[in-house]
């Protein structure tokens, strides 16, 4: 299957990187390899991850001739990864959160709202918990505190009920049998208006499956560990939960001492790792939102290694 992918901030991405000829970059999330295809034009040298083998194997394919290597695998294993590929350090390393629009648009992946299909939902399809397995098997307490706290939903307590009750008579199999269940549990008056009822259910059942939340700081934290001094990581967020963490450990990153201010001397030992280049997220510009609506919430920071 061709991975098309329109990419989200390419030039604002790239540019903030300061990419080098002969440099060695990380892309964490290859995807369909816009990042990457500007970096080596560039003349940067790539490792390119992601779980996805259809990422994986069109870009192989794809970028054949460069100075390109895919590994299939999940970000938060930079650190493995990077050992197991020769690197010490990196020059730069770019990440773009969220789904890719060939997962969204192949209904068989079950990520969309719009087209009927299996609830999986796995980025990485060779093994891990479905969708399914989530609204069929988790408690209605554990379902409202995924959709309430990954989606941000108002309604989840009543999601959660919805689908608990629905599932005592019938499992749940596809996504528009839970599309259907969720447009249940929200009052009609409410739907009228915003975006499609499903999406922020969806949005925290995909983060619940994959577990992206939970590998996002200490990614964050191990790229910028390897990072040479001067080099940069720049990172593409599409909701609030993702720009929290990004920003507040990038924070924390450039906060050197945590003493007591009445202490004379420092006895924490913890000194500032980066400086904040982005001190207010890069956003997509109107051509860019009216050419690819999926760019709308997109958000990019960028910090430099300094020690």
């Not at 030039?11 to 290859?30: C, F, P, Q, R």
């Not at 690197?87 to 390393?93: Q, R, T």
């Not at 990440?95 to 209904?107: C, E, K, N, T």
Request: proline share 4%; charged share 30%.
């Amino acid at each position: 299957m061709a991975f098309n992918h329109v990419t989200v901030l390419l030039h604002e991405t790239v540019d903030s990187i300061n990419v080098k000829k002969g440099g060695v970059y990380a892309d964490l999330t290859l995807g369909g390899g816009g990042h990457t295809a500007l970096i080596l034009e560039r003349g940067g040298t790539v490792f390119g991850i992601d779980r996805d083998m259809t990422a994986i194997e069109n870009a192989r394919e794809r970028f054949a001739d460069k100075p390109f290597s895919a590994v299939h695998g999940n970000f938060a294993d930079i650190e493995s990864i990077a050992d197991r590929c020769g690197v010490e350090k990196f020059d730069g390393i770019i990440a773009d959160l969220g789904v890719s629009s060939p997962q969204l648009d192949d209904a068989r992946r079950g990520f969309s709202y719009m087209q009927d299909a299996p609830l999986d939902m796995r980025m990485d399809q060779s093994g891990g918990i479905t969708a399914r397995d989530v609204v069929n098997s988790y408690s209605e307490q554990e379902l409202c505190r995924v959709i309430s706290s990954y989606g941000e939903e108002r309604w989840a307590a009543r999601i959660a009920k919805f689908i608990t009750d629905r599932r005592k008579n019938k499992s749940i199999e596809t996504t528009l049998d839970l599309v259907d269940i969720i447009k249940a549990a929200i009052p009609q008056n409410v739907r009228r208006d915003g975006p499609h009822p499903a999406k922020r259910t969806f949005q925290a059942i995909r983060i619940e499956v994959n577990g992206e939340l939970k590998i996002l700081e200490q990614t964050v934290r191990s790229g910028v560990s390897l990072l040479k001094k001067g080099g940069r990581m720049s990172v593409i967020t599409f909701h609030s939960l993702e720009d929290r963490i990004i920003k507040t450990t990038f924070a924390d990153l450039a906060h050197g001492c945590t003493c007591p201010k009445d202490f004379p001397v420092c006895v924490c030992g913890k000194k500032a790792q980066v400086r904040i280049i982005t001190k207010k997220p890069i956003l997509p510009t109107e051509e860019e939102t009216a050419a690819n609506p999926r760019a709308r919430s997109s958000k990019l920071r960028c910090a430099e290694k300094i020690i």
